[in-house]
């Protein structure tokens, strides 16, 4: 069920820029307010041990109450915005305090890592936090300055095609990578 849960969040979580829009004009702010904390709740249920999902959990906190208090619903332009800059920082802090997010999944599946692949998932977590901190500064430009439906496109979309690119270039570089390790080039 945990799974189940956890699936469902996520998706949400990820369908929420065309879900507000296509919910904008249905909605008064306290549905959206009612659907953030059910959304909140929802990623609760799923697992609530992982510092993404408390970190998702207290910015939709935060935005139902800004909306049901000041009755509008602007401020749920600001999710992509407060969700990166804190992906950002976590990711940033895990580069302070050792091992980098990017070195803890990696060690998943792969336990023993050399220094050179620790030095290179350094790197790589450098890389997602200037990736957070540029999507939200243009996450931020569409909540303030665009349309809703530039901000859905940006949002609901080309942010997310951004983070396939990066993921899968980053994963091709890697094989490159290791194959020269491997070489003994690196």
């Known amino acids: 069920m945990r799974r189940v849960l956890t699936l469902l969040g996520m998706l949400a979580s990820i369908a929420y820029p065309l879900i507000v829009f296509l919910a904008l004009d249905h909605w008064q702010p306290g549905a959206f307010a009612l659907a953030l904390l059910g959304l909140a709740v929802l990623r609760l249920a799923g697992g609530w041990q992982q510092p993404a999902v408390q970190l ?20 749920l332009r600001y999710y992509p915005v407060v969700l990166n800059l804190g992906l950002g920082a976590l990711f940033g802090w895990s580069l302070r305090h ?75 570089f890697r094989q490159y990578w290791r194959a020269r390790m491997a070489d003994g080039v690196v």
């Open 56 to 75: 998702q959990v207290a910015v939709l906190l935060v935005l139902a109450l800004l909306i049901y208090v000041r009755g509008s619903t602007g401020w």
């Open 98 to 172: 050792p091992p980098s997010i990017i070195e803890r999944l990696a060690h998943l599946s792969e336990p023993e890592l050399p220094a050179a692949a620790i030095r290179y998932t350094r790197r790589v977590t450098m890389l997602w936090c200037g990736f957070f901190v540029l999507n939200a500064l243009v996450a931020g430009w569409t909540a303030w300055f665009a349309s809703w439906e530039v901000w859905t496109l940006y949002n609901g979309l080309i942010a997310y095609l951004l983070i396939g690119l990066l993921l899968g270039g980053e994963w091709l």
